[in-house]
């Protein structure tokens, strides 16, 4: 297994450009959700799918948007970026099952917006 | 609503020496607890979970916890540490739910150990 998997690594937008930030797992999770990092911050939740078809808010949602077509993928878009939005994105998903409360972690988009 | 708070945002330490990560959390309802670790540049890793049972945890890479519930505490200890232990660590919360309502996880503002030699 790949695991989840972050495309791209390292991204350079300008103000009010757009752009989609893609996770993809292969271990048939059902949770998925998209998280960032600011220094001192931590991680905050910014969306989350519990499933294909459904996508719920979290912590920090303005500005992006998301959406669940399949289990596999759960991308991430930008509409229109701003300095605030640069920051380390993870995305990350969880087992349905007995361990659903662990969350695995892609490795990280690195998002510079100028 | 939970809240997590990680009293030092670093802690340096000399190599084979032990260290101590504290971690508070503020929450009105039980929750299950984590310490993820992130070495540099990479994702971040399960390091050890508490759900319920024996408040003493062990997880990965020697490391082990303490959940004390009457002070709201989730410490992480290792009683000596190597030089690849240098990495940023995150204490988090999830408060248990229905599946439906998905697994949202509130992280600490980390804390970032320096192993030295």
């Known amino acids: 297994n790949a695991g989840v998997t972050q495309t791209p690594k390292f991204q350079v937008l300008k103000t009010g450009q757009s752009m989609t930030l893609q996770c993809a797992q292969d271990?048939?999770?059902?949770?998925m959700s998209w998280y960032r990092q600011d220094p001192g911050m931590g991680l905050r939740l910014i969306h989350y799918s519990v499933g294909a078809g459904i996508t719920d808010q979290g912590e920090v949602p303005n500005g992006y948007n998301v959406s669940r077509s399949t289990t596999e993928d759960f991308p991430l878009r930008l509409l229109s970026a701003a300095p605030s939005q640069t920051s380390v994105y993870f995305c990350?998903?969880?087992?349905?099952?007995?361990?659903?409360?662990?969350?695995?972690f892609g490795p990280g988009t690195r998002l510079t917006v100028t | 609503a939970q809240s997590v708070t990680q009293l030092d945002s670093q802690v340096p330490v000399f190599e084979e020496a032990p260290v101590e990560l504290r971690c508070n959390y503020s929450s009105s309802v039980s929750v299950y607890l984590f310490w993820y670790v992130q070495y540099p540049n990479q994702g971040l890793q399960l390091l050890l979970k508490?759900?319920?049972?024996?408040?003493l945890v062990k997880g990965i890479n020697g490391f082990e916890a303490e959940f004390n519930k009457s002070q709201t505490s989730f410490h992480l200890r290792k009683p000596s540490v190597h030089i690849s232990d240098t990495a940023e660590y995150f204490c988090?919360?999830?408060?248990?739910?229905?599946?439906?309502?998905?697994?949202?996880?509130?992280f600490g503002g980390g804390t970032r150990v320096l192993v030295k030699p």
């Open positions: 271990m048939n999770h059902e949770y």
């Open positions: 988090a919360v999830s408060a248990p739910v229905i599946k439906a309502a998905g697994n949202k996880l509130t």
């Open positions: 990350a998903s969880s087992h349905p099952g007995q361990f659903f409360y662990e969350q695995y």
């Open positions: 508490y759900l319920s049972g024996s408040t």
